[in-house]
């Protein structure tokens, strides 16, 4: 069993940066995809980044150009560089990880919150 822990997270006034790391516990070679999503209160979990087994990167429009996702195999980690933080960015933030067609986890999440 594959456990994702989230640290970094914490509150920053808008304008502000953070950089969210995501550790697994084992290798995360084998993940097809790994992603960040993020849930404000009331509202559904939406992905923010995701980047896959070669490099390939996809963001959510909101975040382009502010945000950053990457990964790590050799630490078995996956980063969320955050820059140009908005009070909407507040939300409790999530790290993902799937192998297609066989397994998917979850991170517990973390907080963010931006203040204006």
């Known amino acids: 069993q594959v456990q994702l822990v989230e640290s970094g997270g914490g509150s920053v006034h808008s304008g502000g940066s953070l950089r969210l790391s995501c550790a697994a516990s084992g290798s995360i070679f084998s993940f097809n995809y790994m992603a960040w999503y993020h849930q404000a209160p009331g509202k559904q979990r939406e992905v923010v980044a995701g980047i896959n087994s070669v490099g390939t990167t996809n963001y959510a429009d909101s975040v382009k150009g502010r945000f950053t996702i990457s ?46």
Do not use: H
């Open 71 to 116: 990964r790590d195999n050799a630490r078995n980690t996956v980063y969320l560089q955050m820059n140009s933080l908005k009070p909407e960015d507040t939300a409790v933030y999530y790290c993902y990880a799937v192998r297609f067609g066989v397994s998917a986890y979850w991170g517990q999440g973390i907080q963010v919150t931006v203040s204006s």
